[in-house]
């Protein structure tokens, strides 16, 4: 695959190259080969990048699967047709957009979708013929997000960057593209090998987390009482996590709320009681509009050049993103997980709307820059403390997360709120995490250990059939690390309680092969040295 064109355009000038050169102040050079192309920039003095991309011939056939990794976490990231189009916020009426800021979660306010067959990603992707896999990865994310187009009805890859107004002087490095062509653990081995991402280190996490019952409504007595559940059955996960609902509004972590009298740390010294791990949840770089922190602290709020704080989202009572580079907003986070670990003694911490620190670039750093050192300001934070990231851009986040979400929130029906459903590609819904887990499942123990969200297996407060809740259950346990339920075990009966054993022994390693047919994803799996299979409507 050889360059056909490239576009740069600075505050100075605008060009179509194809080889080495200058032009003002800046200087690129270019490699190309069948299997690699990096541009590099250089400026003598600051120049300004305002657009930066480069497109290849590709003859794509009718019967190609396509896959681009999504932008963050919670993103719908899954193999599609040639002429597939990809779903955005156009047809949603901007005064909603603008009043829930639906633009925040996702990429729809800095990147361009376009029409059937012209479908766009982040940092890696691929193109699949049977069992040959063709990968397009990007080495170059630490300056800044590679957004891959795939135009299939134009027979192109565009590469672009995310960098319109970065400033920059000396070297400044654009792409670096790798193409791979192989069976799928050969590209993916070869990938991460680049990439120089040491192999995740822990094994597979089983556990609970308080979500997907009770949601926030979560208390000191529903705490002991599903703690109880496992104590009553003998079960003895892992992991037993307390999620968002225990903090006085999101960004007081200090300040628990008046269903906590007894504060974090009694919480904490009860599940490790009951022979479990503590784990915790935190959205670091966020704070609700009626938190105190906002209330006090209105400088660590991120802003733009005009001065004007950034909401990420609709959440809770709205909220905005903060300032990672405020060193007093610095301190508070140091503080925070001080406590949170040594104090209280949380062993997991699962840190999540974690895009909340890359709203926007920089002057001086681009998106993906800000991201990064966001990443490496909580390894630092958390040190050998286990993180369980979410909501997050997930290169930023390989081989710097123990753990991470690679799909959006699941929910007690199919498909979602239908009222959501519509909008964003980040909204809550089962049946695309499980596509999620499924399709980037190449990334477990690779980048991290992934977490494809919770199984429900109970009866009650569950639009789910039991059917998909056990199909649910089986795909996390085949393609996940992280095998985490919100149901109180102690209410199963023995035929839960037999799913539930089951699954600890499923893995990644009894996976036969997964193949869309007929508007159906088949997966086939060994268990019990017996084959079977999985027909899942998509």
């Known amino acids: 695959m050889r360059l056909a064109n490239i576009q740069l355009t600075t505050g100075d000038f605008y060009v179509g190259v194809s080889e080495n050169g200058r032009c003002g102040r800046v200087s690129w050079e270019i490699e ?63 005064r909603l957009v603008e009043k829930y800021s639906l633009d925040r979660y996702g990429d729809n306010r800095f990147v361009r979708y376009g029409p059937a067959g012209h479908q766009h990603g982040f940092t890696y992707g691929y193109v699949r013929r049977g069992e040959e896999f063709i990968l397009f990865g990007s080495l170059a994310e630490e300056s800044g997000f590679t957004v891959i187009r795939f135009d299939a009805a134009d027979n192109l890859i ?91 509004a999101v960004g007081d972590w200090l300040v628990p709320n008046e269903r906590f009298p007894h504060g974090m740390k009694a919480a904490a010294d009860q599940i490790r009681e009951s022979g479990m791990l503590p784990g915790i949840w935190l959205a670091p770089f966020a704070a609700e509009k009626k938190s105190i922190l906002v209330r006090e602290h209105p400088d660590w709020l991120l802003r733009d050049e005009n001065g004007e704080s950034q909401p990420g989202g609709c959440n809770w ?11 007093e907003f610095r301190a508070y986070l140091k503080k925070v997980f001080d406590t949170v670990i040594r104090e209280w003694g949380y062993g997991l911490l699962k840190l999540d709307f974690l895009y909340a620190a890359c709203l926007i670039p920089r002057r001086d750093k681009t998106r993906a820059q800000v991201m990064y050192d966001g990443m490496r ?51 809550p819904s089962t049946r695309n995490t499980l596509l999620n887990t499924v399709y980037r499942r190449q990334l477990d123990g690779r980048a991290f250990r992934s977490d494809p969200d919770v199984f429900l297996l109970r009866d009650d407060n569950m639009k789910l059939t039991r059917r998909q809740r056990e199909t649910l259950a089986v795909v996390n346990a085949l393609f996940g690390a992280v095998c985490f339920t919100s ?42 040295g017996k084959k079977k299979k999985l027909s899942i409507p998509v």
């Open 32 to 94: 190309n080969s069948d299997a690699r192309f990096t541009l590099r920039l250089h400026s003598e003095g600051e120049s300004v990048l305002r657009h930066v991309g480069a497109s290849f011939a590709f003859p794509f056939e009718k019967h190609d699967r396509l896959f681009l990794n999504g932008y963050q976490s919670w993103s719908d990231s899954h193999e599609r047709g040639v002429r597939d189009k990809l779903h955005s916020l156009e047809h949603v009426p901007r």
């Open 317 to 327: 009572s709205g909220f905005y993103g903060l300032d990672i580079y405020n060193e």
């Open 487 to 528: 149901d109180n075990v102690g209410d199963y009966d023995p035929d839960k309680r037999a799913v539930y054993d089951r699954l600890k022994k499923l893995s990644r390693d009894d996976v036969l092969g997964v193949e869309p047919h007929r508007g159906r994803l088949i997966i086939r799996y060994r268990e019990d």
């Open 158 to 248: 565009r590469l672009e960057k995310d960098c319109g107004g970065h400033h920059f002087s000396g070297d400044y490095p654009v792409f670096d593209l790798v193409i791979l062509r192989g069976k799928e653990n050969e590209v993916f081995d070869e990938y991460f090998r680049l990439l120089d991402i040491p192999p995740a280190k822990h094994g597979k996490l089983t556990g609970y987390t308080s979500w997907y019952n009770l949601y926030e409504n979560i208390s000191e007595e529903s705490i002991e009482k599903d703690l109880a559940g496992f104590r009553h059955t003998g079960q003895k996960p892992d992991v037993f996590q307390i999620d968002d609902g225990y903090e006085n």
């Open 377 to 427: 300001l909580l390894r630092e934070l958390a040190g050998d403390t286990l993180i369980l990231g979410c909501g997050v851009p997930l290169a930023p986040a390989f081989g710097l997360v123990d753990y991470c979400r690679i799909g959006c929130d699941m929910t007690l029906n199919w498909l979602g709120d239908r009222i959501m459903r519509p909008l964003h590609r980040e909204v």
